[in-house]
DNA sequence: CGTGAATGGTTGAAGCCTCAAGTCAGCACG
DNA sequence: CGTGCTGACTTGAGGCTTCAACCATTCACG
């Protein structure tokens, strides 16, 4: 496979790009599964699951309307009705009609769903530390962040979230 | 929540890893589905698929053994025998006894298997450079491939895959 | 040799995600 | 008012992944 880089033939990525490729491959199709796995076998929860119930605990009123939720965690409104019905079944979260929009659902933390986060948060912080964060140094800490909003601001140029 | 990291307590992320963290939850959910998005639309394949069939076509004749070929996709083996089953039907991979080990099943590619990846390639390659490389200096690519080995490393220690 | 354990792979069921279609509320305009 | 249009969300079907159970083959070791 050549290099030129002529109209219709695109650019290949060099050796090193091929390199730092496969790896990153690796960490985001490895990262999430072991954190899913671990939630699942402590928590009985998905990662999205967790998001979800991490980011209502942090609202004001535990509370948000459903597609700024969706954005949150990541996942497509869809995605998040399936997952809002499963945890309101298992009680962790509420489902409101918006007083001031009755198009608009309100997503509610409950206490139960609160204290599922505060018993599931530690184990959670633990592996994200562990799978993460031990393996760096500090300075590469904060290229990690640099590089990471670069790269969503690619992936995800609004800052919402396709669905 | 206190950051005092006693031993039941456990050490909290600080501001700065907080934010680091969703940045890299951001990228490692957001990212594959940008490019499974592609790739469907393209060439009607999963991202998952397209690993399949490219590490395949970059071995000596084409050939590895499933538990191998589940190792450089980073899946499991049940997740790739369901995918080779597929990719066989459509004609792009086939499936054979080695003959050297009774219980080992060698995946080979196809000719129609190579095309398509030959035909796939060039799109998915510039989606990648959209993605990721174009937002990153050459130093920060540095950066990223050394940080994403460390992850690697911290995530799948002994090189293989859970299944 | 022969038996038990380990390895490599496949399969079926159950659950989750995606996609497309559908519902209902608000809004604009005549 | 009412007609059409957009926005917010839900639902159902279909496909993919996971999990556990299973089958076949090879290896270890009396």
Request: proline share 4%.
């Amino acid at each position: 496979m050549s290099t030129t880089g002529s109209a219709d033939e695109p650019r290949w990525l060099d050796d090193d790009e091929r390199t730092t490729w496969l790896s990153l491959a690796g960490v985001v199709t490895l990262l999430p599964a072991a954190l899913d796995a671990q939630l699942q076998r402590d928590a009985g929860l998905s990662h999205f699951e967790y998001m979800v119930l991490a980011m209502l605990s942090e609202r004001p009123s535990r509370t948000a309307r459903m597609s700024e939720l969706a954005g949150l965690a990541h996942g497509s409104l869809s995605r998040l009705s399936h997952v809002a019905r499963r945890l309101e079944e298992q009680g962790f979260l509420a489902r409101r009609a918006c007083p001031e929009d009755g198009r608009v659902t309100n997503a509610v933390l409950t206490d139960a769903g609160y204290a599922k986060v505060v018993a599931t948060a530690p184990g959670h912080v633990a592996a994200v530390r562990h799978l993460v964060f031990d393996a760096l140094t500090s300075a590469q800490r904060r290229q990690l962040r640099t590089i990471g909003d670069r790269i969503l601001g690619q992936v995800n140029p609004d800052g919402s979230c396709a669905g």
